[in-house]
């Protein structure tokens, strides 16, 4: 429902405003707002106007006024716009966003972490296997080897 007001500037001008009203239950449609009730297009709904199946009414900006009641009798509302508000049209879909962004920041700086972790650790394995190496060669009988004659007679 659209409510005109007129007004009165300080320098003595007149002016026009309109405030559309369109919270909650819709007294009345738009062509845009019908299509999204009915889930058909704007044009399905201009021709059936046009078409005197349903009756509606046009204002002084060409915009049309149908009631829910007359729309309803020929195209049945979809559960969508009847039963549940998407969150598009919700004001708390800002905050999803909001928060969706952050925790894909967040989760992407905890894989960064995690595979530089998983680099040091690699690095750490390697560096663990050559001191191991290096440490079964020091243990390795290091004497000089005996020679013949000692090891004949077990000297």
Do not use: C
């Amino acid at each position: 429902m659209n409510i005109a007001s007129k007004h009165w500037t300080e320098t003595g001008k007149l002016f026009t405003f309109t405030i559309k009203r369109t919270t909650g239950n819709p007294t009345v449609y738009t062509l845009g707002e019908a299509a999204k009730a009915t889930g058909k297009s704007k044009a399905t709904i201009s021709k059936a106007i046009k078409n005197g199946r349903i009756s509606a009414r046009k204002d002084e900006t060409g915009t049309f006024h149908i009631d829910p009641s007359e729309l309803h009798r020929v195209y049945p509302p979809t559960a969508i716009s009847e039963h549940k508000e998407t969150l598009e049209n919700t004001p708390e879909k800002a905050d999803f966003d909001g928060t969706i962004r952050e925790l894909q920041a967040r989760l992407e700086a905890a894989h960064e972490r995690l595979s530089d972790k998983e680099t040091v650790i690699a690095d750490l394995k390697e560096d663990r296997d050559r001191w191991r190496q290096q440490a079964t060669a020091l243990l390795a009988d290091q004497r000089p080897a005996k020679g013949l004659i000692a090891r004949i007679f077990g000297r």
